[in-house]
């Protein structure tokens, strides 16, 4: 469910039309519709109703500010998996104790940041992190919240690239090692133990692996128990997947009945007041963005033809990067018989394209198409490939749009470039 929609033959987000806004702002352009965000995160949040729970949106998914603050304000917490990504959740109002910082490589530096400012928890992934965590707690003289993610080893049944919840995988700690390493934490007096966690993948359109991973949790579970641990936090991760093509992921409110399901038992006996702790990214911003570009070329050749559009695989990587299916239209449909067609970008590699042989309604140039489900992980793998700027980024309200990022500048590009002339110049006699 998203707010884009023809309004007879053009494109619209929410009561804007998508024509405007490229001429106002330019192509290549990210449109993102505020009020479907909205509603993912209330749908989300509201499906986990009735059971303590926190919703730390994955600021990875997305991490346009001005949407973060309109989360922030929903109250969503972050999920976050760097000191950047620290710094931006508070910059857009999320209190600290909203946080819970993921990630394999945490450095010393960014435990620090976090310890100082007071998270809700770290996920650990290693007991070297564990060791470190306690190290620089105990010299700031604090307590780190901790908590273990666990690898349950099920297979998620998505793209390798972010299947994370396999045995092979270089995610968490194998469920086989978790009581150790819970026992070892408890060694530390600078740690508190607070929780645990599993993330399996992303993507997730089987119901089935996050099943099979919350009873593995919740075995897991009774013997940490036993041990003598008191959780609080059952942080399960994110991963819910959305339509991109036809696939059929499953509602929110299934979702959370699955996962109610698999972990009960837990709760009427020793957890009553566990806190569950959901990380979605994915499913709230997916849907609720898309790439504006313009077609610069079309050529036919070696009996191919190809759209060639101002939109780069360094705007959005997706499908060159996973070959993943974007659904791209034209925004104002002309009724044009339809051909198929390589829609590609600008840049110098083969990988630049968004679509293989795709039948699309046929376009010309100077044509706007809209790229849809590109709200995650489109503007936030980003690159300056080819020396080409971050394109800009529009919020729409209802009949309301503002600028969320400009379009970076040459002079952005390089302002933190140096050449260091006394190196570089060549000095008469001076063999290298
Ligand atoms: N929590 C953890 C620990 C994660 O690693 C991730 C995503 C999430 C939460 C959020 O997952 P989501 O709800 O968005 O699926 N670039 C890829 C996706 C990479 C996902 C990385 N981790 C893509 O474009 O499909």
């Known amino acids: 469910m998203n707010y884009f929609r023809y309004s007879g033959d053009t494109l619209a987000c929410e009561d804007v039309d998508i024509e405007r806004l490229a001429q106002k702002y330019g192509t290549p352009l990210y449109v993102y519709s505020l009020g479907t965000i909205k509603r993912h995160y209330r749908v989300f949040d509201g499906a986990f109703e009735g059971i303590d729970h926190l919703v730390c949106y994955a600021i990875k998914a997305n991490p346009t500010l001005a949407l973060i603050y309109l989360l922030a304000k929903m109250g969503a917490g972050a999920d976050i998996v760097s000191k950047g990504e620290l710094l931006l959740a508070l910059k857009a109002g999320i209190p600290a104790d909203r946080i819970v910082f993921s990630g394999v490589g945490k450095t010393p530096e960014e435990i620090k940041a976090a310890l100082e400012v007071g998270i809700l928890m770290f996920n650990v992934e290693s007991l070297s992190e564990l060791e470190v965590i306690a190290d620089v707690a105990g010299r700031s003289g604090k307590k780190a919240p901790v908590s273990f993610r666990v690898n349950p080893d099920v297979d998620p049944k998505t793209h390798p690239y972010v ?67 008191k959780l609080r936090y059952l942080d399960v991760g994110g991963g819910l997947g959305i339509r991109y093509d036809q696939e059929e992921p499953p509602e929110p409110s299934t979702y959370a009945e699955t996962i109610q399901a698999a972990l009960r038992g837990i709760e009427s006996k020793e957890s009553a007041k566990q806190t569950l702790i959901l990380e979605p990214g994915r499913v709230i911003v997916g849907n609720a963005g898309i790439l504006v570009t313009r077609v610069l070329y079309t050529k036919s050749q070696e009996g191919k033809r190809f759209v060639v559009v101002d939109a780069g695989m360094n705007d959005l990587i997706r499908p060159a990067l996973y070959g993943s299916f974007q659904r791209i239209e034209k ?58 700027p971050k394109p800009a980024q529009v919020g729409v309200l209802g009949k309301g749009e503002a600028l969320l990022s400009k379009r970076q500048t040459f002079e952005e590009l390089i302002q933190d470039e140096v050449v260091p002339m006394a190196l570089l110049e060549e000095k008469e006699g001076v063999q290298p």
């Open 163 to 229: 299947a994370t919840g396999l045995k092979t995988s270089k995610f968490g700690i194998p469920m086989g090692s978790a009581l150790e390493a819970y026992k070892r934490a408890m060694q530390l007096p600078s740690l508190e133990i607070v929780g645990i966690d599993c993330h399996i993948g992303s993507q997730l359109i089987n119901l089935g692996p996050i099943k099979e991973a919350m009873l593995r949790l919740k075995a897991l579970l009774s013997e940490l128990k036993a041990l003598g641990t």
């Open 331 to 388: 925004v104002k449909k002309t009724g044009a018989p339809v051909q198929k067609a390589d829609i590609v970008g600008p840049v110098c590699e083969s990988g630049d394209f968004f679509a293989k042989d795709r039948e699309i309604e046929g376009v010309q140039e100077g044509d706007l198409l809209a790229i849809f489900g590109a709200g995650a992980y489109g503007v936030s793998m980003a690159s300056n490939y080819n020396m080409r």
